[in-house]
């Protein structure tokens, strides 16, 4: 277990409400990350009723749904995935810079917590490994940190 991933302890959140927004692009990469962050929540106490999914399609169209879902006041938290993975273009580095940037956007101008569980790798085996039924899935991990900082955010 890593310093900077938190301990699998319980989080202050009852009765949080959380959307995830997931890509379908890579769909047999995103699901698995989906499945990953549900399993995260249900194992800390959110009710499943209380998750709502978005399903978009590409990783660029992430930011905007957040942001629409944000803008609802419904939730406690965001929780973004998506795998880019790198090809022999520029789009890559494109679709990267900008979805990281508008899902950090969202979450300033929002004020609310939107956990980046976005893959970007450099081929297909590195996402099917952040993406796997271990505690190396990215999906989990973005559940956990959007489930911190609501905790963090009740105790502002």
């Known amino acids: ?3 900077y991933r938190p301990d699998e302890g319980s ?3 009852e009765g949080a409400r959380i959307a995830i927004v997931v890509a379908r692009w890579n769909s047999q ?3 698995s990350l989906l499945a990953g ?23 660029f169209e992430l930011p905007l749904t957040c942001s ?20 022999g273009t520029p789009h890559f580095d494109y679709v990267c810079s ?11 101008q929002e ?16 996402a099917q490994q952040r993406a796997g039924d271990n505690q190396e899935n990215k999906g989990e991990e973005a559940a956990l940190t ?10 502002l």
């Open 29 to 31: 990469i995103t699901d």
């Open 146 to 155: 959007a489930l911190e900082m609501i905790s963090l955010f009740r105790q």
């Open 68 to 87: 629409q879902v944000a803008k609802t006041r419904r939730y406690d938290a965001v929780v973004a995935l998506g795998c880019v993975i790198r090809g």
């Open 37 to 59: 962050a549900q399993r995260a929540l249900l194992r800390h106490g959110i009710d499943e009723q209380a998750i709502d999914l978005f399903r978009v399609p590409g990783a």
């Open 98 to 108: 900008e979805t990281t940037r508008g899902i950090g956007e969202v979450a300033l």
């Open 1 to 3: 277990m890593s310093e």
């Open 111 to 126: 004020g609310l917590p939107v956990a980046f569980g976005v893959l970007t790798t450099d081929d297909l085996a590195q």
């Open 11 to 13: 989080f202050n959140v």
